[in-house]
């Protein structure tokens, strides 16, 4: 006879969520400590980041990846793609603690699951670590080129935002040209130096910050751009803000001192609170288009690796962010609801339609 679902904190929040797998990787020969989430296959296969963090304890672990494996679940949904929503989370310090084989034998795990669960790149793991658990399984997608993935993904992920400060451009102002727009770039790393590339192509006026000085004043110098500090990145009278560093920062402090018209850029999690920001934006008339929707081109080019298509199709594909953005800001203005609401119901209406098919 099943539990109640109140008697278990899991069981509760896969209920709340929809969850459909939890699975508890344990063993003592490699130390190896690792919880799978598998949220929703309706789709396709569930694909997840593997991320390598030093949990306090098992809780805030779980916790992470019920809620991470829910999104890539709406992330998959509202970008058009076949595949599910999952994350996995190993335990430990990846400076310290990760091996070959810690991360073989978890290989061995995603191998049980004969394909319900693909792993790919999360904080705390690398193109090597991706490389040691396809020694163990197939069900791995973010491999280098040299072993025939798809190689560094951020360059696609930049395209996307790109595309979707051009939707969103296209919405507030009825053209989508970058020229002589003001946009400020928080984060020079990868997908941030990749941006600021294309923008400053197309001749947009560009601001940077980042944490780390040197490379804040390289990539201005670099791409022409002005170098600012990261506080004055939120009161920059500019047409967009891309947070291309740390999600969170989008709330009600910073909003309350944003001049920008735009939101729009490649960190996960932006919306500190996602409902109280995400109304915050809409009453302060600042146009936000959804994390998860415009930094999407890395999962695309995972799903391309995949899908074994080439280069081309991914290049469509991240193009394509440009269409589902406009149509979600659409949404969102025709209905007076929050752009991260029109995504969410267009990513659920979509699950439940291919729900149908399904044997
Ligand atoms: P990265 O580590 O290469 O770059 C992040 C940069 O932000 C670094 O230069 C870092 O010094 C800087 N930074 C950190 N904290 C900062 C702060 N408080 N203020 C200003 N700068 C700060 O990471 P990335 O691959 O460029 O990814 C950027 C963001 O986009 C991350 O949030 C990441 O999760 C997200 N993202 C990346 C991809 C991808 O394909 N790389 C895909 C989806 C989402």
């Known amino acids: 006879m099943a539990v109640s679902a109140n008697d278990h904190s899991s069981f509760k929040l896969m209920g709340q969520f929809g969850h459909q797998q939890l699975v508890f990787c344990n063993d003592s020969a490699t130390g190896l400590q690792a919880i799978i989430a598998v949220h929703d296959t309706t789709l396709g296969p569930a694909i997840g980041g593997v991320r390598m963090l030093p949990y306090t304890n098992v809780d805030e672990a779980i916790d992470d990846v019920l809620r991470l494996s829910r999104g890539m679940t709406y992330k998959t949904a509202v970008t058009g793609i076949n595949?599910?929503?999952?994350?996995?989370?190993?335990?430990?310090?990846?400076?310290?603690?990760?091996?070959?084989?810690?991360?073989?034998?978890?290989?061995?795990?995603?191998?049980?699951?004969?394909?319900?669960?693909?792993?790919?790149?999360?904080?705390?793991?690398?193109?090597?670590?991706?490389?040691?658990?396809?020694?163990?399984?197939?069900?791995?997608?973010?491999?280098?080129?040299?072993?025939?993935?798809?190689?560094?993904?951020?360059?696609?992920?930049?395209?996307?935002?790109?595309?979707?400060?051009?939707?969103?451009?296209?919405?507030?102002?009825?053209?989508?040209?970058?020229?002589?727009?003001?946009?400020?770039?928080?984060?020079?790393?990868?997908?941030?130096?990749?941006?600021?590339?294309?923008?400053?192509?197309?001749?947009?006026?560009?601001?940077?910050?980042d944490i780390v000085e040197d490379r804040m004043i390289?990539?201005?110098?670099?791409?022409?751009?002005?170098?600012?500090?990261?506080?004055?990145?939120?009161?920059?009278?500019?047409?967009?803000y891309a947070p291309c560093a740390l999600g969170g920062t989008v709330n009600k402090d910073t909003i309350s001192k944003m001049r920008c018209r735009i939101i729009a850029g490649s960190a996960n999690n932006q919306?500190?609170?996602?409902?109280?920001?995400?109304?915050?934006?809409?009453?302060?008339?600042?146009?936000?288009?959804?994390?998860?929707?415009?930094?999407?081109?890395?999962?695309?080019s995972c799903y391309s690796e995949i899908a074994g298509y080439g280069i081309s199709r991914t290049a469509e594909l991240t193009e394509n962010i440009y269409d589902v953005t406009r149509s979600v800001l659409r949404k969102a203005i025709d209905e007076r609801i929050a752009p991260y609401q029109a995504a969410n119901r267009i990513a659920e209406s979509r699950i439940a339609a291919m729900g149908k098919i399904k044997k």
């Open 271 to 300: 919306l500190r609170n996602e409902e109280e920001d995400g109304h915050m934006l809409m009453e302060k008339g600042i146009l936000y288009a959804p994390d998860y929707l415009i930094n999407a081109g890395g999962l695309i």
């Open 218 to 240: 390289e990539v201005a110098n670099k791409y022409k751009a002005v170098a600012v500090s990261n506080n004055d990145m939120y009161t920059l009278d500019v047409d967009v």
């Open 83 to 209: 595949l599910g929503g999952g994350n996995a989370a190993i335990i430990g310090d990846h400076r310290t603690q990760k091996s070959e084989v810690l991360l073989r034998r978890f290989g061995q795990f995603v191998d049980r699951l004969n394909g319900t669960f693909i792993a790919s790149l999360d904080i705390g793991t690398s193109p090597r670590d991706m490389e040691y658990i396809h020694m163990e399984t197939s069900h791995v997608a973010g491999l280098p080129k040299s072993l025939g993935g798809s190689g560094d993904s951020s360059p696609f992920t930049a395209k996307g935002v790109y595309y979707g400060i051009k939707a969103a451009l296209k919405e507030l102002y009825g053209n989508d040209s970058l020229a002589g727009r003001t946009i400020s770039v928080q984060g020079a790393g990868n997908v941030g130096e990749h941006l600021i590339a294309m923008l400053r192509e197309e001749n947009a006026k560009v601001y940077v910050s």
